[in-house]
């Protein structure tokens, strides 16, 4: 079946430890999404990427970075200058960049909790 | 720049009530609007979508109408059922813009039988 995928379901952090989520499609995407969901603040931008070795920061990248060598592949680590890094963190796809029909497709999150 | 604004709730219904979720939106260019759901501890599914004025999606018993003119797309379901709860989102993309989502802050609906 094609879908995405993010692992691991949950993560557990030490703070001044960097960490990285992994998110993988086997859609054929061209873009991939990363947002942040907090509660009653519904979804945010982190980063994304409309093509292989491209990327782009959306609403609150600092903190964070992400890396796309890969199509199907477009892991974000957080590193330790994000202050607040505890939240439910979800990849997503779309087919065709640059289109505003494309819906996006979502993995089922990973949940990061910073101890 | 773009947003949506959507009722936030939480919101309680009895099985086979009536919903309603408002949704408006702000947008530069000619969105297209989505209405995803997440269910507990899941990433979002697309219930529906609309990409021009005028138009409906529906999906699972649930519609929405894009009203260019009110600016709004809300999501109706005539007779809910506690499979139902979830929480709602409504989200923009516009083809002025670039391709991606501006999401409301959702709403929580608990369907009890």
């Known amino acids: 079946d094609g879908g995405i995928t993010q692992s691991p379901k949950y993560l557990f952090r030490k703070e001044g430890q960097n960490v990285t989520l992994s998110c993988e499609q086997n859609?054929?995407?061209?873009?991939m999404y990363w947002y942040r969901q907090d509660p009653g603040q519904g979804l945010r931008l982190i980063y994304y990427s409309q093509i292989v070795n491209d990327f782009q920061k959306g609403d609150i990248a600092e903190g964070y970075s992400v890396s796309r060598e890969k199509k199907e592949s477009f892991p974000l680590t957080v590193t330790s200058a994000q202050k607040n890094p505890t939240a439910f963190y979800l990849c997503a796809s779309s087919p065709t960049p640059g289109s505003s029909y494309n819906e996006q497709f979502f993995g089922p999150g990973t949940r990061l909790t910073v101890l | 720049g773009d947003s949506v604004t959507q009722m936030e709730g939480p919101v309680t219904l009895s099985e086979e009530a009536f919903l309603t979720i408002n949704c408006t939106y702000t947008a530069t260019g000619y969105p297209s609007l989505f209405w995803y759901v997440q269910y507990p501890g899941e990433g979002l599914q697309l219930l529906l979508k609309?990409?021009?004025?005028?138009d409906k999606g529906s999906n699972k018993g649930f519609e929405a109408t894009y009203r260019k003119e009110t600016t709004s797309f809300h999501l109706e379901k005539g007779s809910v059922q506690v499979s139902d709860s979830a929480v709602y989102f409504c989200a923009l993309s516009d083809w002025g813009g670039s391709e991606k989502l501006v999401f409301g802050k959702g709403m929580k609906l608990t369907v009890n039988p």
């Open positions: 609309a990409t021009k004025a005028d």
């Open positions: 859609l054929n995407h061209d873009a």
